[in-house]
Structure formats: C-alpha cells, structure tokens
C-alpha cells in the first residue's frame, strides 16, 4: 500500500516561489527504490501535464515549458520529494500532484502507478 501526500500549495503573486512537497508512505522504504517519481500539473480546464521526474540516481527531467524555474529533487532518508517553484507566473495556477513509480524517467502520467490528491497552487498577477 503506498500513499502520497502533497503540502506547500497556496496562493503566491507572480514572481513568487513556493516549495511543494509529498511524502511518501509506505510498508517498506524500499518500495521506491530503483523506480523515478514525478510531479504533474492540471491548469484549469487542462489536461494534467508533466511537468519535472527524478529517478533513484537523482537524474531529472523537466518539461520545456517549466525549466529553468522549477527543480525537482527528493531525499530518501524522508521518503519525500520535492518541487521549488521560482519567479511563478499566472499559468502555473492549478493543482499539482506528485506520482510514483515509474519504471523510467518520465513525464508521461500513463508510466506511473501511484498518485496523491493534489495540493492548489494559485498564482495572482
């Protein structure tokens, strides 16, 4: 059984940053190991997205439209990955889910097994 857990969401004016966060819990803290994690963004009226992957050597990847500003890094020992958002624009409003378990680094949602509820990001300009 694995639950994932999103925190740091909120409501930021442009230019802000914020520092999402979800902590995994699970029956065994090997459970992730050797696979990537992921974190995905629905904007409103969207498809979720993609949008930053880790995998269990800390390699990553980003999608075009975020890099630069947004870094994914996670740390084993807490079973917790995170998400820096930086200088956050209007359109990274939108819930923000983290997922687990893909077997590749990857920013397609159809590779993962696991996913959270989502924490709200709401960005004012």
């Known amino acids: 059984q694995v639950q994932l857990v999103e925190s740091g969401g909120g409501s930021v004016q442009a230019g802000g940053s914020l520092r999402l966060s979800c902590t995994s819990c699970?029956?065994?803290?090997?459970?992730?190991?050797?696979?990537?994690m992921g974190w995905f963004h629905r904007g409103p009226g969207k498809e979720r997205e993609g949008v930053a992957s880790?995998?269990?050597?800390?390699?990553?990847t980003y999608a075009a439209s975020v890099k630069g500003r947004f870094t994914v890094s996670k740390d084993n020992a807490r079973n917790t990955l995170y998400l820096q958002i930086n200088n956050l624009k209007p359109e990274d409003t939108g819930m923000y889910y983290c997922?687990?378990?893909?077997?590749?680094?990857?920013?397609?949602?159809?590779?993962?097994?696991?996913w959270g509820q989502g924490t709200q990001v709401t960005v004012s300009s």
């Open positions: 997922a687990a378990e893909a077997q590749v680094l990857s920013l397609d949602q159809r590779d993962y097994h696991y």
């Open positions: 699970t029956a065994s803290r090997a459970t992730h190991s050797g696979t990537s």
């Open positions: 880790i995998d269990d050597d800390h390699r990553t």
